[in-house]
């Protein structure tokens, strides 16, 4: 999957390149502002001229600007199809970096526990240097008996999900 999405980003890359322009951020600063009431004089007004090109005198560009709005409206058409794709990854994205911060909340719990018998100390007070920083205090150490238990197995099953055996390995394939 991710080869056929490379090669799609690179072949939409491919086709916007002689279309897009990239302006720096002076050329940004420099340009008038277009909300939606400036978008319909805009659009309205180069429909007039367009029935009536004998009203404009033929140094102001108008052919040009009519077609730079007939690119610009095929453009927010494409731009709105990717902008619903990117809304799809960064949920994706966030549900992702959820889980796993859930689930290293709960290793992290059952290593706090057990860090001096598991012989990763060290390693934890490195961890705990993470919620200092923020001043934030991790979830609560409530784990207990078989509910303890189920958390180191699933310590213990992190190897494995490192390895591309768990949900993220159908991304890199």
Known sequence: MAHTVDLSITAL?????????PLSEAERRNLLGVGPAKETFIGDCLALVAAHPSLVPAVVPVADAIRDWATREQLLARRWAIAAILRKIDDTLAGLEGDCHATALEAYQVLVRGGT???????????????????????????????ANNQAAKIESLPAAASGEGSSASLAA
């Not at 890359?13 to 322009?21: A, K, L, M, N, S």
């Open 13 to 21: 890359d491919t086709e916007f390149t002689p279309i897009v322009q």
């Open 117 to 147: 018998r598991l012989g990763v100390e060290p390693e934890v007070a490195q961890l705990r240097q993470h919620f200092a920083r923020y001043g934030a205090k991790p979830a609560p150490e409530n784990a207990t008996g078989a509910n």
